[in-house]
Every structure is written in structure tokens, then in C-alpha cells.
């Protein structure tokens, strides 16, 4: 059975920096990719990267903030998330994809990143 399993969540500052892990247990996946939902809010779209790791996308909002990454050997996509602001506080997901799959195959259960002012 596929798992997906974050950490590095945590309450940083406003300015500061939090780094996400994400190991998957299975195979190593096309895409894997990071989501956020903030309470009261969709979930949404953050960055993803396929396992050529050649191709990265990233929405607006983090665009030269956060950088993804990933270690196909340890089957781990990382996010390095700098110069935090508030509006970055959600619950970040990862999720996993197979080559042929139109959607995320599996997702991980989130980890809290919370972000004071």
C-alpha cells in the first residue's frame, strides 16, 4: 500500500523559512507535487516536479519564495519555503502521481504550517 507521509511543519515568523519533507513508500512517481488548504478556503495548487526533476511549476503566490525538489533514490520531494508570510498558513499536502493518471493517485495527511505575524 502507497504512503505518503510529510513532515517539517511547524510556527515559524513572518520572514522566516520551514523546509517539508515528503516520502512515499511504492514506486518512484512521475509527478509529485505539494498542496495547501486554509481554513475556510479550497485546497490549492502550490508546486509540482516530475522524476527528470528537469520541470518544476509553481503557482504565483510562491513563485521565487518556495523551491521544490525531490531525491528519486529516497523516493522524497522536499519544499523549501522562504520569506513565509501569513497568508502562507494552511495545512500543505503532498501528493503523488502516476505516469498515466489524469489526477493525484495518492496524498499524504498534511502538515500544519502556521505563520505569525
Known amino acids: 500500500q502507497v504512503q505518503l507521509v510529510e513532515s517539517g511543519g511547524g510556527l515559524v515568523q513572518a520572514g522566516g523559512s520551514l523546509r517539508l519533507s515528503c516520502t512515499a513508500s511504492?514506486?518512484?512517481?512521475?509527478?509529485m507535487g505539494w498542496f495547501r488548504q486554509a481554513p475556510g478556503k479550497e485546497r490549492e495548487f502550490v508546486a509540482r516536479?516530475?522524476?527528470?526533476?528537469?520541470?518544476?511549476y509553481y503557482t504565483d503566490s510562491v513563485k521565487g519564495r518556495f523551491t521544490i525538489s525531490r531525491d528519486n533514490a529516497k523516493n522524497t520531494v522536499f519544499l523549501q519555503m522562504n520569506i513565509l508570510k501569513p497568508e502562507d498558513t494552511a495545512v500543505y499536502y503532498c501528493?503523488?502521481?502516476?505516469?498515466?493518471?489524469?489526477?493525484?493517485?495518492?496524498w499524504g495527511r498534511g502538515t500544519q504550517v502556521t505563520v505569525s505575524s
Open positions: 501528493a503523488a502521481r502516476h505516469y498515466a493518471s489524469p489526477d493525484y493517485d495518492y
Open positions: 511504492g514506486p518512484t512517481f512521475y509527478d
Open positions: 516536479i516530475y522524476a527528470s526533476a528537469s520541470s518544476a
